[in-house]
């Protein structure tokens, strides 16, 4: 078969202790799930269910590159994040067998146009344009999770400029990782490759050009990103 023009490479994550490389699928992301970030925002947890934005693959890049500044943007900000990736298919997975589909655990960076999608969200539209563009899913190498052991109480972090930003634990999510799993195999097939960015904790804010941002989760390989002076 031949293409009229080349395919972008498909991302994949490098897992420590492993050869092979972990090929990124599709990338949902929980919106509101630590509330000290809800309200910062000016918004109450919704305790009905998550809600999700996505991330196409494309929009990945690994850990310690330099990026240019966004378009389309005056406002980009950092949000740190849990990433769970996903190793077994599954579909109305229950809450008790959610951790069985994981495969392993990662640090990510949620970059965000926020002057985007304060407008969209002022105007009732979607928020693609803030949330899925070049460079804005950031990604560290994954951890399997057989050696990261528990969640509970692990320290997420993240800091610009060697000045500290966000510190929260995991245990301070609305929505757990098994209760996430759950509710989103009620809405997708879930299938090895897809990636669930589990929410920020609070204390987002603006990155400027020439910024170094690195943020660290206990147990796992740090994300870092360079915006580009
Ligand atoms: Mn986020």
């Known amino acids: 078969?031949?293409?009229?023009?080349?395919?972008?490479?498909?991302?994949?994550?490098?897992?420590?202790?492993?050869?092979?490389?972990?090929?990124?699928?599709?990338?949902?992301?929980v919106g509101r799930n630590y509330a000290a970030h809800a309200a910062e925002m000016g918004n109450e947890v919704d305790r009905e269910a998550p809600f999700y934005f996505m991330k196409s693959a494309q929009a990945v890049i690994g850990t310690g590159e330099s990026v240019p500044y966004?378009?389309?943007?005056?406002?980009?900000?950092?949000?740190?994040?849990?990433?769970?990736?996903?190793?077994?298919?599954?579909?109305?997975?229950?809450?008790?067998?959610?951790?069985?589909?994981?495969?392993?655990?990662?640090?990510?960076?949620?970059?965000?146009?926020?002057?985007?999608?304060?407008?969209?969200?002022?105007?009732?539209?979607?928020?693609?344009?803030?949330?899925?563009?070049?460079?804005s899913a950031v990604l560290a190498p994954l951890c399997p999770a057989a050696s990261f052991g528990s969640l509970a109480d692990r320290r997420i972090t993240l800091s610009v400029n060697g000045e500290t930003r966000q510190d929260a634990s995991l245990s301070e999510m609305v929505w757990s990782v098994p209760e996430v799993i759950s509710h989103l195999s009620t809405l997708y097939h879930l299938q090895p490759g897809d990636l669930i960015m589990t929410g920020t904790p609070a204390g987002v804010g603006p990155v400027v050009a020439g910024d170094w941002i690195e943020g660290q989760i206990d147990g796992l390989p740090p994300v870092s990103l360079h915006i580009a002076p």
């Open 70 to 135: 966004p378009l389309g943007t005056s406002d980009l900000h950092h949000e740190m994040e849990l990433v769970v990736a996903i190793g077994a298919s599954g579909v109305h997975i229950p809450r008790e067998n959610a951790l069985d589909h994981v495969f392993g655990y990662g640090a990510g960076l949620d970059m965000t146009r926020r002057d985007l999608q304060a407008a969209a969200k002022e105007k009732r539209r979607p928020w693609d344009t803030a949330k899925n563009f070049a460079a």
């Open 1 to 29: 078969m031949t293409f009229l023009f080349d395919l972008p490479p498909n991302p994949a994550l490098a897992v420590l202790g492993e050869e092979a490389r972990f090929p990124v699928g599709r990338i949902f992301c």
